[in-house]
């Protein structure tokens, strides 16, 4: 239930600063209040910092290890997205062009080092408080989110699929 819960956690919060930041009425693709990249990309980081755990690296060494690895697999994840979305969906959410030595449309060496920047604040100040009020979410809440999140995703993808019939079926009588 934990990861789980982090991704709720994180997918919920990435919507708020998304909204936030870039004052759009919704971000993302599903209805709800959640942006799954964030959640995503919050367990790519604990997962990481994990194998680095394992490997019993020294935090001279392993603090830029993990913001480096963060960095670039965030900056993947990113673009992985940015494409889903363009391809199933048919929008440009956002476009890294303009940015700091852009890489593609979809990350930037200036969205990098945010991310890498982020792994670390997340992993020494973020977690260490938010690991305290997982243990209290009780598994009746997690299970009614896990819910909701599956209906959204049948409820946004139905659309779509509805758009692409509506789409072919005038294509055809063209």
């Known amino acids: ?3 789980i819960n982090i991704f709720f956690i994180f997918s919920f919060l990435g919507h708020i600063i998304e909204n936030i930041v870039y004052t759009k009425v ?3 693709i599903l209805y709800g209040l959640w942006t799954p990249i964030y959640g995503i990309g919050t367990i790519a ?7 680095l755990n394992k490997l019993k690296i020294k935090n001279i060494f ?3 290890l993990l913001f480096l690895t963060s960095a670039i697999f965030l900056s993947i994840i990113e673009t992985i997205g940015g494409y889903y979305i363009e391809i199933v969906f048919g929008r440009i959410f956002w476009s890294y062009k303009n940015h700091f030595i852009p890489i593609g449309k979809y990350t930037s060496v200036q969205m990098m080092l945010l991310w890498g920047i982020a792994s670390i604040l997340l992993i020494y100040l973020i977690l ?3 690991n305290k009020l997982i243990k209290k979410i009780p598994k ?3 299970t009614i989110f896990i819910y909701l999140f599956i209906s959204d995703i049948i409820y946004t993808h139905s659309k779509l699929a ?3 019939y509506k789409f072919f079926i005038s294509f055809i009588n063209f």
Do not use: E
């Not at 980081?45 to 194998?51: C, G, R, S, V």
């Open 128 to 130: 260490p408080i938010i």
């Open 26 to 28: 919704d971000s993302g």
């Open 45 to 51: 980081i604990i997962l990481i910092n994990k194998y």
């Open 162 to 164: 509805n758009f692409f």
């Open 62 to 64: 392993k603090i830029p």
């Open 1 to 3: 239930m934990y990861y």
């Open 140 to 142: 009746t809440l997690t």
